[in-house]
T-cell receptor, first 109, second 118 residues
Framework: DAKTTQPTSMDCAEGRAANLPCNHSTISGNEYVYWYRQIHSQGPQYIIHGLKNNETNEMASLIITEDRKSSTLILPHATLRDTAVYYCIVGYTGNQFYFGTGTSLTVIP | EAGVVQSPRYKIIEKKQPVAFWCNPISGHNTLYWYRQNLGQGPELLIRYENEEAVDDSQLPKDRFSAERLKGVDSTLKIQPAELGDSAVYLC????????????????FGPGTRLLVL
């Protein structure tokens, strides 16, 4: 039932920008794009979400294509603590988040 | 402001035994969710509450799982009897539950309860 497609894993050098892609070609007009991450043995942590416009907060930037069929999460200066599984979620289908398997990001020293 | 609180953090039981998990959502959050996360997978919704009403329990295995949120605040998820396949992390999340579709409601997760059934 997952509505998004993400690469299984990615590596990023410490201090560089991490760009995590997500495809959501079946997104409907009122559905948001959410990003969460999960560090080992912790609950998912909210990062950012958006509808149409690009968004930025203290953690990351979210770039959504004009047709809204894909998006990219950008961590501008990755640190070792950013190593986690990143989930791209399209919602809100009856308030249920379909997490899928996410992208396992490893930040390399 | 305190986040979502869950207890216990870890639980080890033998199969056929009962087990219960407790969740206290963020203050003022009307919507509460229980998810189950199997190893290497993303969380999957078990049940969603709007205040004290269970509005989506389609994924809850009702033969052995039950949940309650009697006063519309904290919630308990129970398994009786537990099976080996129930070993997983049980996550609780909450959201404000207002104007969900229009405002892009955000769910906030607790740390989870890691259950091991032997």
């Amino acid at each position: 039932d997952a509505k998004t497609t993400q690469p299984t894993s990615m590596d990023c050098a410490e201090g560089r920008a991490a760009n995590l892609p997500c495809n959501h070609s079946t997104i409907s007009g009122n559905e948001y794009v959410y990003w969460y991450r999960q560090i080992h043995s912790q609950g998912p942590q909210y990062i950012i979400h958006g509808l149409k416009n690009n968004e930025t907060n203290e953690m990351a930037s979210l770039i959504i294509t004009e047709d809204r069929k894909s998006s990219t999460l950008i961590l501008p200066h990755a640190t070792l603590r950013d190593t986690a599984v990143y989930y791209c979620i399209v919602g809100y289908t009856g308030n249920q988040f379909y997490f899928g398997t996410g992208t396992s990001l490893t930040v390399i020293p | 402001e305190a986040g979502v609180v869950q207890s216990p953090r870890y639980k080890i039981i033998e199969k056929k035994q009962p087990v219960a998990f407790w969740c206290n959502p963020i203050s003022g959050h009307n919507t509460l969710y229980w998810y189950r996360q199997n190893l290497g997978q993303g969380p999957e919704l078990l049940i969603r509450y709007e205040n004290e009403e269970a509005v989506d329990d389609s994924q809850l295995p009702k033969d052995r799982f039950s949940a309650e949120r009697l006063k519309g605040v904290d919630s308990t998820l129970k398994i009786q009897p537990a099976e080996l396949g129930d070993s997983a992390v049980y996550l609780c999340a909450s959201s404000r539950g207002q104007l969900v579709e229009l405002l892009g409601e955000t769910q906030y997760f607790g740390p989870g309860t890691r259950l091991l059934v032997l």
